[in-house]
């Protein structure tokens, strides 16, 4: 992802790569609220397309399409939605068991020195399991955001 990006125009490039469009997004009539996160606005693009008689998409283009939304929202009310769609900030998440899951700010904004630092932090954990995420409307929670990469101990990184 390049930093000089917008998050929205990041997220879009991702629509693009699961196989959508900006037509998924800007087709739809779903209006994202304040409240809304990631997945209820997945929930809200589903129901509208069984509402107009239209076939349910898959998965991925609306979860893409549901975080371009969410990033347009926070971009045009920063005041509110401060730090969950700010380009080129990853957040990793050790796996340090399986109920116990540490989430900490990667100081890099590329992509792949984001993966040599958060390779660095999980052996300092002493860690096997780690995931990089995007931030996306839904807060900072591990396990929130657009996944980036994942990295397993006895593969390395991988998608």
């Known amino acids: 992802m390049n930093s000089n ?15 959508g469009s900006e037509a998924d997004v800007s087709d739809s009539t779903y209006v994202v609220a304040e ?3 990631v997945e209820s606005v ?7 397309r069984q509402q107009q008689g239209e076939p349910a998409s898959e998965p991925a283009i609306l979860h ?5 939304l969410i990033s347009r929202r926070d971009e045009h009310d920063p005041d509110h939605h401060a730090g969950t769609s700010r380009p080129g900030e990853y957040q990793l998440d050790i796996h340090l068991g399986a109920d116990h899951i540490i989430r900490v700010p990667l100081p890099e904004t ?12 999980i052996d300092a ?13 839904g807060g900072e929670a591990p396990g929130t955001g657009a996944l980036e990469c ?7 990184w991988y998608r």
Do not use: C, M, N
């Not at 997945?42 to 509208?48: A, H, K, P, T």
């Not at 893409?64 to 371009?68: D, I, P, Q, T, W």
């Not at 954990?125 to 409307?137: C, H, L, R, T, V």
């Not at 994942?150 to 390395?156: E, S, T």
């Open 5 to 19: 990006q917008s998050s929205s125009e990041q997220f879009g490039k991702h629509l693009k790569s699961v196989g």
């Open 35 to 37: 409240e809304d996160t």
């Open 42 to 48: 997945v929930s809200g693009l589903r129901i509208e």
């Open 64 to 68: 893409a399409s549901a975080e371009v």
């Open 110 to 121: 590329d992509l792949e020195a984001a993966k040599i630092w958060a390779q660095g932090r």
């Open 125 to 137: 954990e002493g860690a096997d399991f780690g995931a990089i995420y995007f931030p996306a409307g």
């Open 150 to 156: 994942r990295y397993d101990r006895a593969v390395g």
